[in-house]
């Protein structure tokens, strides 16, 4: 019986390491085993839109690089015709999706085993990003409900704001990274986060 391990599996959790000040500074944590689907349709076609927010409980977003949410779907914007279904759970749709958008020129890809998700905050984690991405990470510019699509460390990444309760504040990101990258990632932020001081694998204050 094959057994579904996370791609920080080598990666031995929880570390706590303070930094050169003695403080914790940064925080990360894996959000594996969720369901990733990528769908792509026309959004000027109001059926196609009507049976996706059916589906989904929330519309597809049509602001660049915007976010929508509820309590079962985040929903990110990739491209005009693409967007990022992140379940918060591991559910089993990919059949009844791919039913139901038949009827319309779409596609639905099943990416849930090839990504994983990586949870940063604290307060130095714009800092840590800044080591290697060449993205604004400033408030003004990297606002809630947002996303991005950049490279961290050489990786492809999709950053993803997370908000506070007020949907007000930005207090952490989430990073959708290929499988395969997502121990090389892993380590790097680890390595970037060593001055400042990080703890890997514990929730997220």
């Not at 005009?80 to 990919?94: F, I, K, N, R, S």
């Not at 950049?150 to 504040?169: K, P, Q, R």
């Amino acid at each position: 019986m094959s057994v579904t391990q996370s791609p920080l599996i080598e990666v031995l959790q929880p570390i706590s390491a303070p930094g050169v000040g003695g403080g914790i500074e940064f925080q990360m944590r894996e959000i594996p085993f969720r369901t990733h689907l990528n769908l792509r349709g026309d959004p000027n076609d109001s059926q196609f839109m009507n049976c996706a927010s059916s589906l989904l409980g929330v519309e597809l977003p049509l602001a660049p690089n915007s976010v929508t949410e509820n309590s079962e779907w985040r929903v990110c914007w990739l491209g005009p015709d693409e967007w990022l279904l992140l379940g918060l759970t591991a559910q089993d749709v990919l059949a009844e999706f791919r039913n139901q958008f038949l009827r319309f020129h779409s596609a639905v890809v099943e990416l849930s085993g090839g990504q994983t998700i990586i949870r940063i905050g604290g307060h130095a984690w714009r800092d840590v990003l800044a080591s290697a991405c060449p993205l604004d990470l400033h408030p003004r510019a990297f606002k809630p409900r947002q996303c991005a699509q950049t490279v961290f460390a050489h990786t492809n990444v999709l950053l993803i704001s997370v908000s506070d309760e007020g949907g007000c504040e930005v207090i952490a990101v989430d990073l959708v990274v290929r499988r395969s990258f997502a121990d090389h990632l892993g380590r790097w932020l680890i390595d970037a986060a060593t001055e400042c001081g990080f703890e890997f694998g514990l929730p997220i204050e």
